[in-house]
């Protein structure tokens, strides 16, 4: 007579669950804090919130050309191109994403050409890089259309 023995045992994968830490959470708070410097015209509280040697890359979309700005100024130069050129109708971040230290931001803004006229809606997603509790990188990837 053979012995047999039934062993039973459940497989139970391990996952590791990231609580959202206070590092996440001020991420996300320098990008807001950027936001409403934005949404206010304030350039001086938009540079105040980036890195002395930060990079913004933006792709371009079909109306507005690609660049990349780098330092306080470049980001003051960024900054002031959008608010000479355009009227800012509505400017929404979606939905935010944080990951180490990245804060992606999916969003959409209307705009009107200051020279044209035209209006723009433009869908984006906005890739940030905090470090030390400032903005070090931005690359914004943009589709636009002209809708007048």
């Known amino acids: 007579m053979v012995n047999i023995q039934l062993v039973y045992c459940s497989f139970v994968p391990s996952f590791k669950i990231k609580k959202r830490t ?11 804090k950027m936001f409403a410097a934005f949404a206010k015209g304030d350039v001086e509280g938009f540079a105040e ?5 930060t990079v913004w890359i933006y792709q ?13 100024d470049g980001v003051r130069k960024f900054v002031n191109n959008i608010l000479d050129n355009t009227e800012i ?15 992606v931001v999916l969003g959409r803004e209307h705009q009107k050409v200051k020279s044209t006229g035209k209006e723009l809606k ?3 997603v ?3 890089t905090v470090e030390n509790e400032l903005i070090a990188r931005m690359e914004e990837f943009a589709t636009s259309e002209i809708v007048n």
Do not use: R
């Open 60 to 72: 371009g979309t079909q109306v507005i050309p690609k660049g990349i700005f780098k330092g306080k």
């Open 22 to 32: 206070a590092m996440n959470s001020s991420e996300k708070e320098v990008v807001e």
């Open 122 to 124: 433009q869908k984006w």
């Open 49 to 53: 919130t980036v890195s002395d040697n």
């Open 89 to 103: 109708i509505s400017f929404e971040p979606l939905e935010y994403i944080i990951e180490n230290h990245k804060v």
């Open 126 to 128: 906005q890739v940030y």
